[in-house]
């Protein structure tokens, strides 16, 4: 069983940028289906971002396309989402999931994922 535990969460202004990070432990890195999700109070956890299990591609939910971006260092067992143009929407826990398994229609299906980190906590002010 893999552990997650990502990092890199904060507040910041709208227009600003963070970088997430997640770091596994545990388990063969390369061999995982990866990706990120994020839960805002009160909302369902919906998907962010992902590669495939083989890495070769990546997807984004249309609302953080040509802002985020989804990568990773198979040396540091570390996958990473680069967050820019943030705005107050963006404001949630953001959660990285990995799975083993996990076919391209499923892949932004939080089920689909049974691995997953603490959370970290993104704010957005306006």
């Known amino acids: 069983q893999v552990q997650l535990v990502e990092s890199g969460g904060g507040l910041v202004q709208a227009g600003g940028s963070l970088r997430l990070s997640c770091v596994a432990s545990?388990?063969?890195?390369?061999?995982?289906?990866m990706a990120w999700f994020r839960q805002a109070a009160g909302k369902e956890r919906e998907f962010v971002a992902a590669?495939?299990?083989?890495?070769?591609?990546?997807y984004y939910a249309d609302s953080v396309k040509g802002r985020f971006t989804i990568s990773r260092d198979n040396v540091k067992s570390t996958m990473y989402l680069q967050m820019n143009s943030l705005n107050p929407e963006d404001t949630a826990v953001y959660y990285c999931?990995?799975?083993?398994?996990?076919?391209?229609?499923?892949?932004?299906?939080?089920?689909?994922?049974?691995?997953w980190g603490q959370g970290t906590q993104v704010t957005v002010s306006s």
């Open positions: 999931a990995f799975g083993m398994g996990v076919i391209t229609s499923s892949t932004r299906n939080k089920d689909a994922y049974n691995n």
């Open positions: 545990g388990g063969t890195f390369s061999r995982y289906a």
């Open positions: 590669f495939s299990r083989t890495g070769g591609y990546t």
